[in-house]
């Protein structure tokens, strides 16, 4: 055989060596991204999978946010759907949250089950998602109606506590054992969340029916243990006559405990709100007063149950209130 007849031979062989590798690929892809099917699961046997939920919350540094996510797994659990929780470092990145809202709408998920930071910022991101046909339903911190209804957000179900009563019932607990002229401190929540406002103006109506309380001062620590830390260590100095501290969550009654403790303050009145296990154990050694069970994991359980029926097509209740429940010393281990 002449060189040149060889050469061709060659080039053909190396041409059809090539096709056949190239063929082989791509049916390594099809199978890769097309698997086929067996006798034990066809593709008319498989389950589909079932509704993907948001669960966005404030984050899971606060137990109570823990104890949501709990009570939520629970409902994953029993209703057969996929809950992703979001959440971000602290309680006051706002921004971080919105940008979780936009993740989830990306995303195409079923529906959003929503703590928000903010009752108003979170509202055009969420009339968004629900204009994207993603259901929402809103826990703990109650969005706000009037920018809920300038952007278009409608009908979303609401599950979470009266936190004016709630902290109305704690203050007063407080307020009932003060029997002479005391100055009084109150530690509010994050200043754009609706919960924090009124926890805040349930705490000022209880301190307000009593005429030996006097509130000197109304400062935000941001929900907050260190801060909070730091703020009573402030209004101390301007105040070193307080008696009695009010904390809109128990992360911040920590706090104050904390900076009581370490100053040699132990005939200062404290009282919380969320029931932590913390919580329950100062209550338990009488350094803290009182606080609020509010069943977060309740309101998880029934955010994401809310979701699933809804996305049945169910009609959902606009509002759904769980009960509160005191922990003081005489009922903490019930």
């Known amino acids: 055989?002449?060189?040149?007849?060889?050469?061709?031979?060659?080039?053909?062989?190396?041409?059809?060596?090539?096709?056949?590798?190239?063929?082989?690929?791509?049916?390594?892809?099809?199978?890769?991204?097309e698997p086929s099917a067996t006798p034990e699961t066809t593709a008319s046997e498989e389950q589909p999978s079932g509704p993907e939920v948001a669960l966005i919350l404030k984050t899971v540094g606060n137990p109570f946010f823990a104890q949501v996510e709990q009570g939520a797994r629970e409902a994953e659990s029993k209703l057969g759907l996929q809950?992703?929780?979001k959440a971000v470092a602290t309680e006051t990145a706002v921004e971080q949250q919105i940008a979780?809202?936009?993740?989830?709408?990306?995303?195409?998920?079923?529906?959003?089950?929503?703590?928000?930071?903010?009752?108003?910022?979170?509202?055009?991101?969420?009339?968004?998602?629900?204009?994207?046909?993603?259901?929402?339903?809103?826990?703990?911190?109650?969005?706000?109606?009037?920018?809920?209804?300038?952007e278009g957000l409608l009908d979303v179900p609401y599950v979470g506590v009266d936190n004016e009563q709630g902290a109305y019932l704690a203050a007063k607990f407080l307020a009932d054992r003060i029997g002479?002229?005391?100055?009084?401190?109150?530690?509010?929540?994050?200043?754009?969340?609706?919960?924090?406002?009124?926890?805040?103006?349930?705490?000022?109506?209880?301190?307000?029916?009593?005429?030996?309380?006097?509130?000197?001062?109304?400062?935000?620590?941001?929900?907050?243990?260190?801060?909070?830390?730091?703020?009573i260590g402030s209004l101390y100095e301007a105040y070193p006559e307080i008696g009695a501290v009010f904390s809109a969550n128990d992360m911040m009654a920590l706090g104050v405990l904390k900076y009581l403790e370490e100053t040699g303050r132990s005939d200062v009145l404290v009282a919380g709100y969320d029931a932590l296990d913390e919580a329950r154990e100062a209550v338990r050694q009488g350094k803290l007063l009182v606080t609020v069970d509010q069943q977060a994991a309740r309101q998880g359980y029934l955010g994401v149950e809310y979701a699933w029926r809804g996305l049945q097509g169910e009609e959902l209740p606009k509002e759904t209130l769980i009960d509160i429940r005191l922990v003081t010393q005489e009922n903490v281990d019930q």
């Open 1 to 33: 055989m002449s060189f040149k007849k060889k050469l061709v031979t060659l080039l053909f062989v190396l041409l059809w060596v090539a096709a056949c590798e190239q063929n082989r690929n791509a049916g390594i892809e099809r199978l890769v991204s």
């Open 83 to 85: 809950v992703q929780v």
């Open 100 to 150: 979780l809202v936009e993740e989830a709408i990306q995303a195409e998920v079923d529906a959003i089950v929503i703590a928000p930071m903010s009752a108003t910022e979170l509202v055009p991101p969420l009339a968004k998602a629900q204009q994207a046909g993603i259901l929402v339903i809103n826990i703990d911190d109650r969005l706000d109606p009037i920018r809920s209804q300038e």
């Open 180 to 231: 002479q002229p005391t100055q009084v401190a109150i530690l509010e929540g994050a200043p754009e969340a609706s919960n924090a406002q009124a926890r805040t103006a349930g705490a000022l109506r209880a301190f307000q029916e009593n005429r030996y309380t006097h509130v000197v001062a109304t400062e935000t620590a941001h929900w907050k243990i260190d801060e909070a830390y730091q703020v």
